[in-house]
């Protein structure tokens, strides 16, 4: 069972900067494939970006692609989202998923464990 802890979120002008961290602990944080995604209220969950366990492979939804960057430590058990350029659409609850998949997906079906989530708020 792995367990995912995320922070970094809060409130932010747009325009500026935050940076996510998701802590895994619990199984081989190696194994897994780390995703972000959002839940906008009122909204579905939506990807947000994707990485290997080499990180050699990232993806990125088109609505964040040149702003956020997603990276991975794993001698920390740790995922980031560095996230640029906030926009007040960029708004959301951010979850942290891993994937025991060995390819970058971005359906959450396909993800196996998540996190409670870190509010980010941009405002206009």
């Known amino acids: 069972q792995v367990q995912l802890v995320e922070s970094g979120g809060g409130l932010v002008q747009a325009g500026g900067s935050l940076r996510l961290s998701c802590a895994a602990s619990?199984?081989?944080?190696?194994?897994?494939?780390m995703g972000w995604f959002r839940q906008a209220p009122g909204k579905e969950r939506e990807f947000v970006a994707t990485?290997?366990?080499?990180?050699?492979?990232?993806s990125y939804a088109d609505s964040v692609k040149g702003r956020f960057t997603i990276s991975r430590d794993n001698a920390k058990n740790t995922v980031y989202l560095q996230m640029n350029s906030l926009k007040p659409e960029d708004t959301a609850v951010y979850y942290c998923a891993a994937d025991s998949g060995r390819i970058v997906r971005n359906n959450p079906k396909w993800y196996d464990y998540w996190g409670q989530g870190t509010q980010v708020t941009v405002s206009s």
């Open positions: 619990g199984g081989t944080f190696s194994n897994y494939v």
């Open positions: 990485i290997t366990w080499t990180g050699s492979t990232r």
